[in-house]
């Protein structure tokens, strides 16, 4: 399909792209520079700062070191004002000089002015008339106030030689006298000024300027009027020390940071303007383009949205939400019909093959055969491999997994079986005859590969789903030859070998071979049932032999599932008769050992697990049984022992062993059947039962309270009568002075 409007819709687009792109690249690249200028003024104040920081500071350290020399110095006192100068004091002097210009690296020279004989000590020694600065030596000797450095100004040592450009500090001798004795002269040459500031910054970029109060420039470049335009001025600063003025700033040689500062905003406006073409561009194409998808939704709507579902239509607000929902629409319509003829397919498929294996009249041989054909199974000529597999555990199977993970297991088993068939060249059609089984004809390849193949593939489906399922499965397979008659005799064998893994086990393949058996002996296990009821209904531990012999002959005839459920059908009918004949108690009993039972003959898979399970609700049915029947023996027994107990409490031999001897019991065992059932012990019992009598006797009769003690059963009087005042609360002579209120008043019980 070609994709013209794709292309279309491209090329329209792209243009505007490419422009807006473009000249939004140039505005960003010019925000760039416009940002990359206001860090360079930034840096140039800086610069500014620090230019106008180290010239004040080393003019001020000059400064400090020569009024620090003439205040503390002597020498210089003694130089200015001391009546006669030797050699030897002007060899001291120039000394002294040396050292200012060794220290201070930005001197240029020094000289010592004398006034009283108009002496100059500098290079050479020299009269004031004669030497060339002395017009500056009479404007200092007149000068009273003002900056300490005077701007820039031309020196000469000598009237023969060049002169150097300078600033100039001249302090008086002494320095706090009213009238001066001399003056120091300090030298600073420009130059070297020059050459120490040089390594603040770069001169190729930057530039630094600085001029003295009167607007002379002192260093760096002359006065920009000269050469319009060519640098620009970021910084400027005016020292409090000196009054001097420092400018800082870029070059701009080529004119170009004025080309950026004037071109910056003329970017921005023309950024804005593609800008805003770029957007009516895209209005104008947008309305162009749009026209196709008009058309569409039009067909569509005069197609399809008649036939749309109403809260479809609804939630489709816009163009393409219709468009989507009409497709959408048709898609789930065609999978649906596609699913159902697929459903429809598949059940036919089944059907069929169920009818043609099941029925014996409705498929004829010829029409099996054309279905065989329309399923594309090489069957011409073949012998056949009829398998019935059963899930092993189907209502385990159910409990474990949801109806889609068993629906997609059950998928995997019959891929699995036409899989393995194939691995062996063998055809197969495989469907699921009920929901646990699954049915399989296999074609067999011919000659010796067809009897490996019958003999190899039940045992690889079972193994197969053994090792990788978390299920098993059992197999019957028979043997027929290719038409439809036999299939259906091999197909029903097969359904009966499975009636068979009751006895033989689950997880395997059962052949016709392994059911070979003698005819079961009926009569033996009817009685064994019979025998079985009497010794359950007995508690007698006999049950278990008749169990073991019952199952004993279903093992060794070999029983299919049908012969074994009629059997254990007789078995309950049998114990519910015998227990029905019991009385009420050993029927309630019954009732609930039954509900297992009923529980049990839908569950059970095996013989081998019937047996067990069987096994485990007869011990426990005995076991109820005979704790019933204890329990009853049991109530008897108590109740003959109080009622001894009653008539003999007077008896002071009466004991827990006196009664083991009279009925023959433990005497842990009275005690223990007289607690559960009466809720206290014997002796209590007996104590209470004994001063019960007494309190009657003590209020009821004449009797001496000796005579009392031996009628209840104590010999010992002191005994009596603690165990009177334990329980009662008071003596018993106590008892019968004051009546019933002297015990009742005294009993902390009431």
């Known amino acids: 399909m070609k994709q013209n409007w794709f292309y279309r819709l491209l090329l329209s687009y792209l243009p505007v792209f490419f422009i807006v792109i473009a000249i939004l690249f140039l505005a960003f690249f010019q925000a760039l520079n416009e940002q990359s200028r206001k860090e360079a003024v930034n840096a140039n104040t800086f610069l500014a700062s620090q230019v106008l920081q180290h010239v004040d500071s080393e003019l001020k350290k000059i400064e400090y070191h020569i009024l620090s020399g003439i205040l503390t110095d ?24 040396d050292e200012l210009k060794f220290q201070f690296p930005v001197i240029d020279s020094v000289y010592f002015v004398r006034l009283k004989d108009d002496y100059i000590l500098a290079d050479g020694s ?85 001029s003295d109060d009167q607007g002379q420039w002192l260093l760096g470049e002359p006065d920009p009027i000269a ?33 950026a500062l004037n071109a910056y905003n003329v970017w921005l406006a023309m950024a804005f303007a593609a800008v805003l073409f770029g957007v009516l561009w895209v209005i104008h194409v947008t309305r162009r383009n749009y026209k196709p998808i008009a058309q569409l939704v039009s067909l569509i709507q005069t197609s399809v949205s008649a036939d749309a579902e109403p809260d479809k239509r609804g939630k489709n607000t816009n163009e393409f939400g219709f468009i989507r929902g009409a497709l959408e629409q048709l898609m789930e319509e065609t999978n649906k019909v596609r699913r159902e003829n697929m459903e429809i397919i598949l059940r036919h498929k089944k059907h069929r093959f169920i009818e043609a294996l099941e029925s014996a009249s409705t498929v004829k041989e010829e029409e099996w055969q054309a279905e065989l054909a329309k399923q594309s199974l090489d069957t011409a000529g073949k012998r056949t491999l009829v398998l019935a597999m059963e899930i092993d555990g189907y209502r385990e199977f159910e409990q474990a997994h949801d109806k889609f993970n068993r629906s997609l297991l059950l998928f995997l088993l019959s891929s699995i079986v036409q899989e393995i068939a194939q691995l062996h060249q063998a ?26 193949a019958s003999a190899a593939i039940p045992g690889e489906i079972m193994q197969w789903v053994k090792d990788n399922l978390s299920f098993t499965v059992t197999i019957g397979c028979e043997e027929a030859d290719g038409t439809l008659p036999d299939i259906r005799e091999a197909y029903a064998a097969a359904a009966r070998l499975l009636q068979y893994k009751a006895t033989l086990g689950t997880a395997r393949v059962i052949a016709p071979t392994d059911v070979n058996r003698a005819s079961p002996a009926r009569l033996d296990y009817y009685q064994t049932v019979h025998r079985l009821a009497q010794a359950l209904r007995a508690s007698d531990p006999g049950w278990s032999v008749q169990l073991d012999e019952l199952f004993g002959h279903i093992y060794e005839g070999c029983y299919a599932r049908q012969e074994i459920e009629s059997l254990l059908q007789f078995m309950h009918q049998t114990l519910r008769k015998a227990f029905l004949e019991l009385s009420r108690e050993y029927r309630e009993g019954w009732q609930e050992l039954e509900a297992h039972l009923l529980e049990l003959e839908d569950r059970w898979e095996t013989a081998a697990e019937l047996h067990e399970r069987c096994a485990s609700l007869f011990e426990s049915a005995t076991d109820q049984i005979q704790s019933l029947r204890e329990s009853q023996q049991s109530r008897v027994i108590v109740s003959e ?37 009466f809720g206290e012990n014997f002796i209590d019992f007996l104590i209470g039962l004994r001063i019960g009598k007494a309190r009657q006797l003590l209020l009821e009769s004449e009797q001496s309270l000796q005579e009392i003690s031996v009628q209840v059963g104590y010999s010992n009087y002191n005994s009596f009568n603690r165990a009177f005042k334990n329980l009662n609360g008071v003596s018993p002579r106590d008892f019968r002075r004051y009546g019933a209120e002297a015990a009742s008043a005294a009993s902390p019980d009431e």
């Not at 002597?74 to 000089?97: C, H, P, R, W």
């Not at 005016?238 to 004025?258: C, I, K, M, N, P």
């Open 641 to 677: 022992i109080r009622s001894y107990i009653e008539a003999n409490y007077a008896n002071p031999e009466l004991s827990l062993d006196h009664l083991s001897e009279r009925f023959v019991m433990h005497t842990k065992s009275i005690s223990k059947l007289f607690k559960e059932e």
């Open 74 to 97: 002597s020498f210089l006192a003694q130089y200015f004002t001391g009546a006669e100068v030797t050699v030897l004091d002007n060899i001291q002097a120039v000394k002294i000089m």
């Open 427 to 452: 055809s197969v059609w495989a469907e699921w005859t009920s929901e646990r089984q699954l049915s399989a004809v296999v074609w067999l390849p011919e000659g010796e590969a067809g009897d490996a």
């Open 227 to 259: 050469e319009p335009g060519r640098q620009q001025v970021f910084a400027s600063y005016v020292s409090s020390y000196t009054g001097w003025q420092v400018e800082s700033g870029l070059r701009d040689e080529a004119g170009f940071v004025s080309f």
């Open 126 to 210: 020299f009269r004031s008339d004669d030497f060339p600065d002395k017009t500056f030596i009479r404007q200092i000797v007149d000068q009273q106030h003002g900056s300490p450095w005077t701007g820039r100004r031309l020196y000469k040592a000598y009237a023969s030689v060049t002169g150097k450009e300078v600033v100039t500090l001249a302090r008086r001798v002494p320095h706090f006298a009213t009238q001066a004795s001399g003056f120091i002269v300090i030298n600073v040459g420009l130059d070297k000024m020059q050459r120490s500031l040089s390594q603040i910054y770069n001169p190729d970029i930057s530039f630094v300027r600085l």
